[in-house]
């Protein structure tokens, strides 16, 4: 089972990304989903989830107001559109999925990451 994210890049400050994160191999309908990132040197940390009916989302104080998770369950796909992007933003992005229906509980599934870097 892996979770393919993609969709990172480099941008300028002030731009905008957006995130996929397909399964291959099953479905996460009816699965929580969330994108957690980790910088250079720092430990990983939450930045969003979504339900699995796609009708709670939750978000990082950090990026309220600017990015937006969403789901389509029909294509089997999740996305996080991030705008007004910032340098502080800079990490490696994973998405993740958990059976669980806690917005804030851990993962059991993760991707493999894609990396977002934001020039100043």
């Known amino acids: 089972v892996q979770l393919q994210a993609s969709g990172g890049g480099l941008v300028q400050a002030g731009g905008s990304l957006r995130l996929s994160c397909a399964p291959s191999?099953?479905?996460?309908?009816?699965?929580?989903m969330g994108w957690l990132r980790q910088a250079p040197g720092k430990e990983r940390e939450f930045v969003a989830a979504i339900s699995w009916s796609g009708g709670s989302a939750l978000y990082a104080d950090s990026v309220k107001g600017r990015f937006t998770i969403s789901r389509d369950n029909a294509r089997n796909t999740v996305y996080l559109q991030m705008n007004s992007l910032k340098p502080e933003d800079t990490a490696v992005y994973y998405c993740a999925a958990d059976p669980s229906l806690r917005m804030s509980a851990s993962y059991r599934y993760w991707g493999q990451g894609t990396l977002v870097t934001v020039s100043s």
């Open positions: 191999g099953r479905t996460f309908n009816g699965y929580r």
